[in-house]
């Protein structure tokens, strides 16, 4: 195993390139800090008209899952469904059997 670098690299490319990797991280974080505010003063907006912010946040929480996890788990199925008819043509089997 490599010894992991914690240094700035000498190289200049490296240097450029790695000034670049954080100026990346530093945009994402921007945007997750602006999409927390986002949700916090929705979240605020909701309590005012009297609802259980809780309440909202599971609601959005599975929302999400449906949305994101099911996607997710199709895209496995199919991966899983492709290994499986290689593995059939790899192997000779024949579906009918």
């Known amino acids: 195993m490599t010894d992991k670098i914690t240094t ?4 200049q490319v490296e240097r450029k390139r790695l000034k670049g990797v954080v100026k990346e991280l530093v945009d994402a974080q921007i945007q997750l800090d602006a999409a927390k505010d ?3 003063s929705t979240l605020e907006v909701e309590k005012e008209k009297g609802y259980d912010t809780s309440f909202i ?31 059939e043509i790899l192997m000779g089997y024949e579906k009918d059997q």
């Open 38 to 40: 986002l949700i916090k």
């Open 8 to 11: 700035l690299p000498s190289d």
């Open 57 to 87: 946040k599971k609601l959005a929480e599975l929302s999400y899952d449906i949305e994101f996890n099911e996607k997710k788990k199709v895209a496995a199925i199919e991966l899983s469904a492709e290994r499986i008819a290689e593995t």
